[in-house]
Each structure stands twice: as structure tokens, then as C-alpha cells.
């Protein structure tokens, strides 16, 4: 944005330049009259005929002098100047009747430049048509004059003009060359020179000041990391030079500072500018100097402290020489800019290198001006930092555009890394589930091998003893068998998926158990409730539970001569853990089952019962009931601790 609208003003002033001018030339007044008055007020008079001098005497001696004319100017003088009465001199010129041609726009008188410090006042015909109004040091001597003739003077006439100037003791005073003719001819000459000493200027420092205070905002949003101060140094890079460039833009009114402070004020921007133009180029050629770092920032703190106004010294006089301690800092960023060019060899350290030696007699040049040669050359100082910023800013967006490279090829490097690290394992995952798999098989294979073994197998063996002993009448075969059948089946149904509901296994064992109590004459009341599911019922608990429950019944069908079984379900706490419970209850014969310590070896039920409750982390006992009965009580918790 910043560019596009320097190009707009550029366009504009080309466009201006280009109109085609209306009615005769404009007079250019190279030669003009002058006279050093013996005034010694500061103020100028309205009128030429209220002066306190003999402006208008006939014996007045006058002196031809050539335009642009320059009195020399003096350096530091102790004591304040201001004080003083000033050092006041006439110029006098007379316009070419020409000059006044009626013209759709009228006439104007056009000054390019003056340059004193202190007060300015032109006169047409007598009479005040224009003065600065701003400090005497600050006077907006870098805007041009631009004075309206039009209707005031009547055709054919030949105005005189005078311009008084008063400037403070040894300073001296310049001023240009003088045209006068019709506005259509003299406009786009005075756009330019005002779009050159102002405009531009000002569009730039603004641009460059919004781009600053935007890296600042970047450089605060990355965490004031050490490793971003660049995008710090460009933003007091951009304070430093609107401070430096101010006395450029300076208008008709006053700046509302001290003029001695305004003047500091601008040679420390000027001086802060270098040293941060140092720093920054440290950092984009990755060569930190921290010795010549802190012997700059030591040397421009030394400057900016003579420069103080507390001690007393002319600011207007030595203004001039302390601007000439600019030279060894500036020397210095001579020194590293050729020197990262010399070592990096590509083009934007090169450029880079070349402007800012061509700044040096650029900067001799405005040095000069300062002393009123070249008077209406333009200040090209500004434009050199205009240049830099413009070569800094590219040099850092390149730099940027660098890094967003090289971090999207690192990304492009991670991303195929991390696709080989998610197929290597996705691999390695594969193998792990096989493996799991297989071992799950395998301690299926042998819970059922040893299962079939302790249960199934050891029915059979009995059967079978029975068999070849020939002790079939003592023993029925057929009851033996079936309860072989009834664990087989069992061992099935704990291999179906239960999905952690107790409700299903008890169904399916109801399912096997059923037709065995009938057939002994039982009666089965089945007063199951909704249970929560139990996340740790997995095939091998399934087991263990139902070959406990199992135990359970095949007692009662044998010992208890019990007529009628009551399951039944529920939700219960033990010791304030929530878990559930299963309860059977028989109106058989009480029982009450030995200690563990007095189990026989030949009760293996019962203490295959305990040892399976103590798997499932669950709690069981056998209570009489006032019935006479037995009720048989296991708890599991909810949660496996």
C-alpha cells in the first residue's frame, strides 16, 4: 500500500508537469537588490511605510546582487542568540509588467526556497502578502512560496517586491530565485517542488511508520523472542527515522516542542536511526558484533548528551557541526554493509552495500544546503532512507519467504517421515495384534484343555473306573454322564460373548440347568432384576462363575433333598464398594460348609468354589434360612480394583 500510493503522488506530480501551459512565459528573476537595514526588531511590519528603517528612503544604497544570493553561516556561539536583535536584510526586485497577464487562474509569485533561522516577510507594492509564521528555527523553510497576485494589481503595472529578512546574529540567510507569471505555467513546477520537499516525504514516513508499528505487533505476538528482535529494530528503525526527518516537514505553524529540544530531538532520531541500522544489519548478515555494538551505542549516547540544551550552547550554531559527528557511525555501517556484501555475495547485500555508499555524498550535498549552497537543490537525505527502509524491508520479506520455504520443505520432510513412522507401526501394530491373538488362543486352549480336564475329563475317568470295575449297579452310569454333558455345555456357553451382562449368562445357564432340576424334581424360581453390565466379564470370569454356580446346584439336587430353588439378583454394596449380587436359596436340608482349613481333600467342589471366588474378586457365603433352608449369597464388584 505503502508504494502504490508513492507511485499515485509520483503519477500526479508527472500529470501536473505534462499540462500544457496558458498565455506568456513566467519571468525568472535571477537578479534582485539588497540592503542590510539597521532594524532591530524581529517582527516585520505590515506595511513597508511603518518600518523602523529607510526601506523606501531615496538615499538608501542598494547593491545588486545575483539570485540565488547567501550570506556565510557562523558556527556554535556561547549564549543564547535568540536573545539578541537580529541581523535583518532587504531584498528588492521589481516584476516584468509580462508577469501580470490576465490569465483564467491569475497571477502568482513562486519562491522555491529561502533558509535562514528566523522570521521572513514578502511585500508587494508595500504591503505584507506573505510571512512565516512558525518558530525562528523551525520556519518551514523546506515549503516553497506560493503567493496569489491574482485581481490585485491592475494589468500593464510593474509590482516591486520586497522581502525582509531577519535572522539571528552569525547565522546568515539564503534565497532562491523568484518567478513570477501566470498559474497554469507555474503550477506543475511548484506541485513537483512541493510533492518533492514535503509530500512525499510525509506519505513516506507515515508508510513506513504503520509498516513499523506492524512489525512490532509481529514481533509481540511471537512471544518477544530474542531470536525476532529484527522486527523490533525495524519499528525503532522507523521511530527513529520520523524523528530524524522532521525538520523536512515542518510547516507554516509552530511545532508546539522548544526549538532547542525539536532540534535534539531530530539529531537523535537521526543518530538512533544509524545505530539501530547497524544492529539490523548484523542480524540479517547473521554476524553479531557485540563489541562495535556497544562502542556505537556508546558513542551516539555521547553525542546526544553534548547535544543536550541544558548546557547552554547555540543549538542554532551547532547544530550544524554536531551533525557532522553523523560521519564515523555512519562510516561503521559502511563498514559492515561492504562487508556482508563482500562475504554473502548475492544481490540484495550488494544493493544494499551501493546505496548506502551512494549515501554518503548525498548526505555531504544536504550537509551543504545546511550551509546554503545548492539552494534549490532538494534535501535527497530523506529519499536515501527511503531507499534503505525500501532495501531493508525487501531484504526481510526475502529472508521471511526464505524461512517459509525451508519450513515448508521441513514439513513436507516431517510429514513423510511421520507417514513411514505410522506404516512402520501400523506394521508393528499388525504383529502386536497377531501376537495377542495367538496368545489369546492359546490361553483359551488351555483354560478349556485344563477345564475339561479337572471337570469334563474327571467325570469320565470316573465313569469309566466304574465301568471296568463292574460297579454299575451302585453307581448310575446315566446321572454320571449327564452331569458330563451338563459341564461340557457349560464350558461352551462361556466361550459366547456376553458383552459384560451377567443377565445373559445366567439365562444361558438356566438354559442347561433347567431340564436337569426338573428332571429331579426341583421346582426353579427365577427372580432375576436389571443388573449394570460388569466391564471385567470376560470369557475366563464367565467360567469361574458359572462353574461356581453350578457347584451350587448340583449340591442341592444331591444332598439338600430340597424341593423348590429360588435364583435371584440385585444390586448390593460390600464394605461401601458397589458390586451385585446372586443369591440361591433352597427349602432343603441347612448347610453349613466347613472352614477352609477343615475342608476335607475329597470336598474338591467346594474348594474349587472358593478358589474361583477369590479370581473374580468376589465374596461368598452360606446362611440358614427361617425356613429351615439354605441361601447361598456372591457378591462381585462393579469394578475390579
Given at each position: 500500500?505503502?508504494?502504490?500510493?508513492?507511485?499515485?503522488?509520483?503519477?500526479?506530480?508527472?500529470i501536473?508537469c505534462?499540462?500544457?501551459?496558458?498565455g506568456?512565459?513566467?519571468a525568472?528573476?535571477t537578479?534582485?537588490?539588497?540592503?542590510?537595514?539597521?532594524?532591530?526588531?524581529?517582527?516585520p511590519p505590515d506595511?513597508?511605510?511603518d518600518a523602523?528603517?529607510a526601506?523606501?528612503?531615496?538615499?538608501?544604497?542598494?547593491?545588486?546582487v545575483?539570485l540565488?544570493?547567501?550570506r556565510?553561516?557562523g558556527?556554535?556561539r556561547s549564549g543564547?542568540?535568540?536573545?539578541?536583535?537580529?541581523?535583518?536584510l532587504?531584498?528588492?526586485?521589481?516584476?516584468?509588467?509580462a508577469?501580470?497577464?490576465?490569465?483564467?487562474q491569475?497571477?502568482?509569485?513562486?519562491?522555491p526556497?529561502?533558509?535562514t533561522?528566523?522570521?521572513?516577510?514578502?511585500y508587494?507594492d508595500?504591503?505584507?502578502?506573505w510571512?512565516?509564521?512558525g518558530?525562528?528555527?523551525?520556519?518551514g523553510?523546506?515549503?516553497?512560496?506560493w503567493?496569489?497576485l491574482?485581481?490585485r494589481?491592475?494589468?500593464?503595472?510593474s509590482?516591486?517586491?520586497?522581502?525582509r529578512?531577519?535572522?539571528?546574529?552569525?547565522?546568515?540567510g539564503?534565497?532562491?530565485?523568484?518567478?513570477?507569471?501566470?498559474?497554469?505555467?507555474?503550477?506543475?513546477?511548484?506541485r513537483m517542488?512541493?510533492?518533492?520537499?514535503?509530500?512525499?516525504?510525509?506519505v513516506a514516513?507515515?508508510?513506513y511508520?504503520?509498516?513499523?508499528?506492524?512489525?512490532?505487533?509481529v514481533?509481540?505476538?511471537l512471544?518477544?523472542?530474542?531470536?525476532?528482535a529484527?522486527?523490533?529494530?525495524f519499528?525503532?528503525m522507523?521511530v527513529?527515522?520520523?524523528?530524524?526527518?522532521?525538520?523536512?516537514?515542518?510547516?507554516?505553524?509552530?511545532?508546539?516542542?522548544?526549538d532547542?529540544?525539536?532540534?535534539?530531538?531530530?539529531?537523535?532520531?537521526?543518530?538512533?536511526?544509524t545505530l539501530?541500522?547497524?544492529?539490523?544489519?548484523?542480524?540479517?548478515?547473521?554476524?553479531p558484533?557485540?563489541?562495535?555494538?556497544?562502542?556505537?551505542?556508546?558513542?551516539?549516547?555521547v553525542?546526544?548528551?553534548?547535544?543536550?540544551?541544558i548546557?547552554?550552547?547555540?543549538?542554532?550554531?551547532i547544530?550544524?557541526?554536531?551533525?557532522m559527528?553523523?560521519?564515523?557511525p555512519?562510516?561503521?555501517v559502511l563498514?559492515?554493509?561492504?562487508?556482508?556484501?563482500w562475504r554473502?555475495?548475492?544481490w540484495p547485500?550488494?544493493l544494499l552495500?551501493?546505496?548506502i555508499v551512494?549515501?554518503?555524498?548525498?548526505g555531504f550535498h544536504?550537509?551543504?544546503?545546511q550551509?546554503?549552497?545548492?539552494?534549490?537543490h532538494?534535501?535527497?537525505?530523506p529519499?536515501?532512507?527511503?531507499?534503505l527502509?525500501?532495501m531493508?524491508?525487501?531484504?526481510?520479506?526475502?529472508?521471511y519467504?526464505t524461512?517459509?520455504?525451508?519450513a515448508?520443505r521441513?514439513n513436507?520432510?516431517?510429514?513423510?517421515r511421520?507417514?513411514?513412522?505410522e506404516?512402520?507401526?501400523?506394521?508393528?501394530h499388525?504383529?502386536l495384534?497377531?501376537v495377542?491373538r495367538?496368545?489369546?488362543?492359546l490361553?483359551?486352549r488351555?483354560?478349556?484343555?485344563?477345564?475339561?480336564?479337572?471337570?469334563?475329563g474327571?467325570?469320565l475317568?470316573s465313569?469309566?473306573?466304574?465301568v471296568e470295575?463292574?460297579?454299575?449297579d451302585r453307581?448310575d452310569?446315566?446321572q454320571?454322564?449327564?452331569?458330563?454333558?451338563d459341564?461340557?455345555?457349560?464350558?461352551i456357553?462361556?466361550?459366547?460373548p456376553?458383552?459384560a451382562?451377567?443377565?445373559?449368562l445366567?439365562?444361558n445357564?438356566?438354559?442347561?440347568?433347567?431340564p436337569?432340576?426338573?428332571?429331579a424334581g426341583?421346582?426353579?424360581?427365577?427372580q432375576v432384576?436389571?443388573?449394570?453390565?460388569?466391564?471385567?466379564?470376560?470369557?475366563?470370569?464367565?467360567?469361574?462363575?458359572?462353574r461356581?454356580?453350578q457347584?451350587?446346584l448340583?449340591n442341592?439336587?444331591?444332598?439338600?433333598?430340597?424341593?423348590?430353588i429360588t435364583?435371584?439378583?440385585?444390586?448390593?454394596e460390600?464394605?461401601g464398594?458397589?458390586?451385585?449380587?446372586?443369591?440361591?436359596?433352597?427349602?432343603?436340608?441347612?448347610?453349613q460348609?466347613?472352614?477352609p482349613?477343615e475342608?476335607?481333600?475329597?470336598?474338591r467342589?467346594l474348594s474349587n468354589?472358593?478358589s474361583?471366588a477369590h479370581?473374580l474378586?468376589?465374596?461368598i457365603d452360606?446362611v440358614?434360612?427361617?425356613?429351615g433352608?439354605?441361601r447361598?449369597r456372591?457378591?462381585?464388584?462393579?469394578?475390579?480394583?
Amino acid at each position: 500500500m505503502a508504494r502504490l500510493a508513492l507511485v499515485a503522488l509520483a503519477l500526479l506530480g508527472l500529470i501536473a508537469c505534462a499540462s500544457e501551459p496558458v498565455g506568456p512565459a513566467p519571468a525568472h528573476l535571477t537578479q534582485a537588490e539588497i540592503w542590510p537595514s539597521p532594524s532591530t526588531a524581529w517582527a516585520p511590519p505590515d506595511r513597508l511605510s511603518d518600518a523602523d528603517d529607510a526601506v523606501l528612503g531615496a538615499a538608501t544604497p542598494w547593491q545588486e546582487v545575483k539570485l540565488p544570493h547567501a550570506r556565510p553561516r557562523g558556527l556554535a556561539r556561547s549564549g543564547d542568540a535568540s536573545l539578541e536583535p537580529p541581523d535583518v536584510l532587504w531584498y528588492r526586485m521589481t516584476l516584468p509588467a509580462a508577469a501580470l497577464t490576465p490569465t483564467p487562474q491569475g497571477s502568482r509569485l513562486y519562491i522555491p526556497r529561502w533558509h535562514t533561522l528566523g522570521t521572513v516577510a514578502i511585500y508587494v507594492d508595500g504591503v505584507v502578502a506573505w510571512q512565516a509564521r512558525g518558530s525562528r528555527v523551525w520556519n518551514g523553510f523546506n515549503i516553497p512560496v506560493w503567493i496569489d497576485l491574482a485581481g490585485r494589481y491592475p494589468p500593464g503595472t510593474s509590482p516591486v517586491v520586497h522581502v525582509r529578512m531577519a535572522s539571528e546574529r552569525g547565522i546568515g540567510g539564503a534565497l532562491s530565485t523568484v518567478w513570477a507569471g501566470n498559474a497554469e505555467a507555474l503550477t506543475p513546477g511548484w506541485r513537483m517542488r512541493h510533492l518533492l520537499q514535503r509530500y512525499l516525504m510525509a506519505v513516506a514516513r507515515g508508510a513506513y511508520l504503520v509498516l513499523g508499528v506492524g512489525a512490532l505487533v509481529v514481533w509481540l505476538m511471537l512471544g518477544r523472542r530474542r531470536a525476532d528482535a529484527m522486527y523490533l529494530l525495524f519499528f525503532l528503525m522507523s521511530v527513529c527515522h520520523m524523528l530524524g526527518t522532521l525538520q523536512y516537514l515542518v510547516g507554516d505553524e509552530t511545532t508546539g516542542v522548544a526549538d532547542e529540544w525539536f532540534s535534539w530531538l531530530t539529531l537523535a532520531g537521526t543518530l538512533g536511526s544509524t545505530l539501530c541500522s547497524f544492529y539490523f544489519l548484523s542480524r540479517i548478515q547473521r554476524r553479531p558484533r557485540p563489541r562495535l555494538g556497544w562502542a556505537l551505542a556508546a558513542y551516539v549516547s555521547v553525542i546526544c548528551l553534548v547535544a543536550l540544551p541544558i548546557w547552554g550552547l547555540s543549538q542554532e550554531g551547532i547544530f550544524p557541526l554536531v551533525r557532522m559527528g553523523l560521519i564515523p557511525p555512519s562510516m561503521l555501517v559502511l563498514f559492515v554493509a561492504v562487508q556482508g556484501a563482500w562475504r554473502q555475495r548475492d544481490w540484495p547485500s550488494m544493493l544494499l552495500a551501493i546505496w548506502i555508499v551512494l549515501s554518503f555524498p548525498i548526505g555531504f550535498h544536504d550537509l551543504g544546503m545546511q550551509r546554503y549552497e545548492n539552494l534549490e537543490h532538494i534535501y535527497l537525505s530523506p529519499y536515501v532512507y527511503l531507499g534503505l527502509f525500501t532495501m531493508f524491508l525487501w531484504i526481510a520479506m526475502t529472508r521471511y519467504h526464505t524461512a517459509l520455504n525451508v519450513a515448508e520443505r521441513a514439513n513436507t520432510t516431517l510429514i513423510d517421515r511421520l507417514a513411514e513412522q505410522e506404516e512402520i507401526l501400523a506394521e508393528t501394530h499388525a504383529r502386536l495384534r497377531s501376537v495377542e491373538r495367538e496368545q489369546t488362543l492359546l490361553q483359551e486352549r488351555q483354560r478349556l484343555m485344563r477345564d475339561m480336564h479337572d471337570g469334563v475329563g474327571s467325570s469320565l475317568m470316573s465313569a469309566l473306573r466304574v465301568v471296568e470295575h463292574g460297579d454299575t449297579d451302585r453307581v448310575d452310569l446315566a446321572q454320571v454322564l449327564k452331569e458330563c454333558i451338563d459341564d461340557l455345555k457349560i464350558s461352551i456357553d462361556s466361550l459366547e460373548p456376553v458383552d459384560a451382562d451377567l443377565l445373559t449368562l445366567l439365562a444361558n445357564l438356566r438354559f442347561r440347568m433347567g431340564p436337569r432340576l426338573e428332571g429331579a424334581g426341583l421346582a426353579l424360581d427365577w427372580q432375576v432384576n436389571e443388573l449394570p453390565l460388569l466391564p471385567w466379564l470376560d470369557s475366563a470370569s464367565a467360567l469361574h462363575i458359572l462353574r461356581i454356580i453350578q457347584e451350587v446346584l448340583t449340591n442341592v439336587i444331591k444332598h439338600s433333598g430340597a424341593t423348590r430353588i429360588t435364583v435371584a439378583t440385585a444390586e448390593a454394596e460390600d464394605a461401601g464398594t458397589p458390586g451385585v449380587e446372586v443369591a440361591i436359596t433352597d427349602n432343603g436340608r441347612p448347610f453349613q460348609p466347613p472352614s477352609p482349613a477343615e475342608t476335607p481333600p475329597a470336598r474338591r467342589g467346594l474348594s474349587n468354589v472358593r478358589s474361583r471366588a477369590h479370581a473374580l474378586g468376589a465374596h461368598i457365603d452360606w446362611v440358614h434360612t427361617p425356613e429351615g433352608g439354605t441361601r447361598f449369597r456372591m457378591w462381585l464388584p462393579l469394578v475390579h480394583g
